[in-house]
Every structure is written in C-alpha cells, then in structure tokens.
C-alpha cells in the first residue's frame, strides 16, 4: 500500500491526499509530527534519494534557523536537523512498497503509482 509521509497541516498534502482520494487510490498517512520518524526510516530516505532532495530550503522553518546552522550544511548536518524538525523534510515523501519519490506532481503521480 502507497504511503503518504508528511505532515498533516501542510497544503502540498492536503492536495495530495485531496488527489489520492479523488482518483481512489487507496494509502496510508504517516504523519512526522504525531507518529514520528525514526532515524533509520530517514536513513533509508537519504540513501535513496539523497539528503539535498529532502531537504526543504525554501520553507519557513528554513528561514527560522539561524545562519550557523543553515551555512555549509552538509549531509550529516541535514540529518541532524530533519530529525530534529520533520518540517525540514520536503513533502510528501511518498512510498509505494519500497519505491520512494519526493513532492507532488499530479500530472506524474498516476504512472508513477503505475509503476
């Protein structure tokens, strides 16, 4: 089963999800701010795709940390900070048995959900 991991006030899954059900494609929520996320699920996450692609710089939780922490982020750096604060993560990160893909693109997402 597909799974939408995010976070559940976030507009780009509440479009997603919005598009899920309105093409009756069943998933599952994985909120990261109620049910967590545990550092080797991040892990896994960074190995597939990478931190950059996670990571989400143009947020406003971004914005709020200082420059120390922003200036010369590096992978375990990024790390660190996504754990810390799941609203780092770039949302959704969607997993449909193993097959990862990040953010939200309608026109893509059917064949991708394909397979």
């Not at 929520?29 to 931190?51: M, Q, T, V």
Request: glycine letters at 10%; proline letters at 4%; a neutral charge.
């Amino acid at each position: 089963m597909l799974v939408v991991h995010g976070i559940a006030n976030c507009d780009t899954i509440r479009r997603c999800r919005r598009w899920l059900d309105e093409h009756g494609i069943a998933y599952r929520f994985h909120d990261l701010r109620k049910d967590g996320l545990p550092p080797e699920l991040l892990d896994g996450w960074i190995a597939a795709l990478g931190w950059e692609a996670l990571l989400n710089t143009r947020g406003t939780t971004w914005r709020k940390l200082t420059p120390s922490q922003r200036d010369g982020i590096d992978a375990a750096g990024a790390r660190t900070l996504m754990l810390e604060q799941p609203s780092l993560i770039r949302r959704p990160v969607l997993d449909a048995g193993g097959r990862l893909r990040v953010g939200f693109e309608a026109d893509s997402l059917a064949d991708w959900i394909a397979g």
